[in-house]
């Protein structure tokens, strides 16, 4: 009885080099179940990936606009009823809602983001690099078989 193991055949740039490599492997006799697509994400890019996506930046903005919208829709309010209140003229309710608001936002968004568990912390931002591994698991020489292909392919 053959054992089965899983092994890394090889690493790609982009999710078409290693869906074309999956292929040119299943076209030599590898059963698909066999073989998969895993792509990784470096520690420094993950990081680079929250900061945009999460936290205290997103947080901010969202804050902003809700806080610039209760803001608008008070001054509004505030000028049908109290028409001569020069008081707090709508303006300013305006820029200090959307302030309170950016910087409430801030603060929450950054304890949300600090009580995630770090794989959901990560979102799906393309624009960062990531690996493309195949695997395939089988035995000695359907790996061997694979490693074939990415040799035939590389020359």
């Known amino acids: 009885m053959a054992t089965l193991q899983k092994e890394i055949i090889g690493n790609f740039s982009t999710r078409q080099e290693a869906q074309d490599f999956k292929q040119a492997v299943e076209s030599a006799g590898i059963n698909r179940d066999q073989v998969m697509i895993n792509d990784d994400v470096t520690v420094y890019n993950e990081v680079a990936a929250q900061g945009t996506t999460v936290g205290s930046e997103a947080g ?54 600090n009580n995630h568990l770090p794989e959901q912390k990560l979102k799906g931002n393309p624009d960062i690099p990531r690996r493309f591994r195949v695997e395939v698991s089988g035995s000695d020489d359907e790996i061997r078989q694979a490693r074939q292909v990415l040799v035939e392919q590389g020359s």
């Open 60 to 113: 901010l903005v969202t804050g902003a606009f809700l806080g610039g919208t209760v803001g608008a829709i008070l001054a509004i309010v505030q000028g049908f009823y109290f028409p001569t209140n020069t008081l707090l003229p709508g303006q300013l309710v305006i820029i200090g809602l959307t302030s309170v608001g950016a910087i409430m936002g801030a603060l929450f968004a950054r304890r949300i983001r």
